[in-house]
């Protein structure tokens, strides 16, 4: 899938703007980087963090807690 498809799933998934979404993905990102495990079946040095955090949250597998939702 395309970084333009998974950011609209994500945002229709998490109901959330865009620049909550920009945010959540460079936190999930970070914690990727720093050894956290995929929630998806897939190695996450085969792909940029930035790219498995995307489809993490548009597959619902992260949770993005302290804003308020459209």
Known sequence: ??????????LEVAK??????AIAV???ADELLNGS????NID???IK???L????IAEGLVVIKGFDKK
């Open 53 to 56: 955090a995307l489809m993490e």
């Open 44 to 46: 996450p040095k085969s």
């Open 16 to 21: 959330i703007d865009r620049y909550v979404l």
């Open 37 to 40: 495990p995929s929630k998806l």
């Open 26 to 28: 460079s936190k999930r």
């Open 49 to 51: 963090a930035s790219d």
């Open 1 to 10: 899938m395309r970084v333009e498809e998974l950011t609209a799933k994500a």
